[in-house]
């Protein structure tokens, strides 16, 4: 929460602020395996699936009162980020249109 608080003195202090928050969601299973599969090919042995799925569950943890920052603030807007990289980024384009 001290970063969401850092943000906006910074850009308030350039007359600046937030249209909106953009935040990539997917299936917790689905990024499991295609860390898995990247762990395979580049030899990264200490990428376990326990390693992999306590890293997502910090990262969750400790993004989920950033989150809820920005929903309350009606600046969160949840983008899909499964599928192809055309169609994630069609989304994107699409939730930053508003």
């Known amino acids: 929460l001290e970063q969401v608080k850092a943000l906006d003195d910074l850009l308030a ?3 600046l602020a ?14 499991v ?4 599969k990247r762990a395979q090919i ?3 042995a200490d990428d376990t699936e326990e390693v992999i799925r306590e890293r997502m569950r910090i990262y969750t943890e400790e993004t989920a009162p950033l989150s809820a920052v920005y929903r ?4 969160l807007r949840e983008v899909d980020g499964m ?3 055309d169609e994630v ?3 994107l384009m699409a939730a930053l249109r508003g």
């Open 13 to 15: 202090g350039k007359g």
């Open 18 to 31: 937030l249209d909106c928050v953009l935040e990539l969601t997917a299936d917790t299973d689905e990024l």
């Open 33 to 36: 395996a295609r860390l898995l």
């Open 42 to 44: 580049e030899g990264r």
């Open 72 to 75: 309350e603030r009606g600046l």
């Open 83 to 85: 599928g192809p990289v």
């Open 89 to 91: 980024f069609e989304r």
